[in-house]
């Protein structure tokens, strides 16, 4: 009897033991593949502009967090590149051209050169001096010195805008910038529906491309492009996300509240960074409206498909996993 009772408490002890060992074993694991934001470089903590003698200038970037909402800026225009000297024209074109006539003086664009090797952030002061004639007032490049990923440029604009909202947009210009309009007016349903008049909600309301699974812009890929798309969006119901149809669209709103709330605590810099926003947004209890737009195939994206695909599905692992252990905190800047 004294010898059953042993072998069955040594047993339990030896689950025991290989349980924690299990779990150990898993959170270094997650631990070891987790993500912390490369912290700026001094140089990347300021800006390149225009001034209104049409000369280059290099000054101090605000701080999203010790500074107040600009009353003269409603939209702040975030877009990210990378080697974009192909792409970018068409894109500021249209949103440019749309911001003027909606807003007049009341809006600005800050591009996030991600450590580009074709002179983006030249092409760009060039373009925004002789097409444009913007000023620093309207139009900033900050120039990283080397290259962070998509999510970190994100990041970093989103931290030093000045206006009331802010979006993030390709530069690729796949999304119709005009469809802006119905992510601001989702934004502001939300904030009307706060019952305290002194706070303002946050609030998020992003692109999507859902809608148009069945039609021609998606039936037209690769076969190889959409069976990775749909393994995609398998993982991120399974892992991450399951009330949103579609989290990788890059046509993104936020209001400042769900800003400051947000991308200070983001830990992600490379492709998957846009779940993480929407995990956080979630843990957040932030609201989320998700919004049919406009969008098109555009040639010359930089994502290596296979490889930046098994990167993003090992990243949205990392990311569930880093929040349930505890590794990842929505409470603790980055």
Not at 62 to 80: A, G, K, T
Not at 102 to 110: A, L, N, P, T
Not at 120 to 132: A, P
Not at 155 to 177: E, M, P, T, V
Request: charged share 25%.
């Amino acid at each position: 009897m004294r010898t059953l009772t042993f072998l069955i408490e040594n047993k339990n002890t030896v689950c025991f033991t290989l349980l924690v060992a299990i779990a150990l074993s898993l959170y270094l694991l997650v631990y070891l593949f987790s993500h912390t934001p490369r912290p700026p470089y001094p140089e990347e903590l300021k800006y390149t502009a225009i001034d209104e003698n049409g000369l280059e200038i290099s000054r101090a970037l605000p701080n999203l967090s010790e500074h107040q909402d600009d009353e003269e800026i409603f939209l702040s225009v975030v877009i990210p590149s990378y080697n974009e000297t192909g792409r970018i024209l068409l894109m500021l074109a249209d949103a440019i051209n749309f911001l003027k006539g909606k807003y007049g003086s009341r809006w600005e664009i800050v591009i996030v050169d991600d450590g580009s090797t074709d002179n983006t952030t030249q092409y760009c002061l060039k373009i925004c001096r002789e097409q444009f004639k913007l000023n620093y007032k309207q139009f900033r490049v900050i120039k990283f010195s080397q290259n962070r990923g998509k999510g970190g440029a994100v990041r970093q604009g989103f931290l030093h805008i000045r206006g009331k909202y802010g979006l993030f947009a390709d530069a690729d210009g796949a999304s119709k910038f005009s469809d802006v309009d119905k992510l601001i007016e989702a934004i502001r349903t939300i904030e009307a529906s706060s019952t305290d008049v002194k706070t303002i909600k946050p609030a998020v309301a992003i692109g999507s491309r859902a809608h148009m699974v069945n039609t021609e812009a998606v039936i037209k890929r690769s076969m190889v492009r959409n069976c990775l798309m749909y393994g995609f969006h398998t993982l991120v119901f399974i892992f991450g996300i399951r009330s949103i149809k579609d989290t990788q669209c890059g046509f993104k709103l936020f209001n400042r509240a769900a800003i400051l709330r947000i991308f200070p605590y983001l830990h992600t810099e490379g492709w998957i960074f846009d779940v993480e926003i929407l995990i956080l947004a979630i843990r957040k209890r932030i609201q989320i409206k998700e919004i049919p737009i406009s969008w098109h195939e555009v040639d010359g994206s930089k994502m290596a498909l296979a490889i930046d695909s098994i990167k993003m599905a090992k990243d949205l692992v990392v990311i569930r996993m880093a929040y349930l252990l505890g590794i990842y905190r929505d409470n603790k800047k980055c």
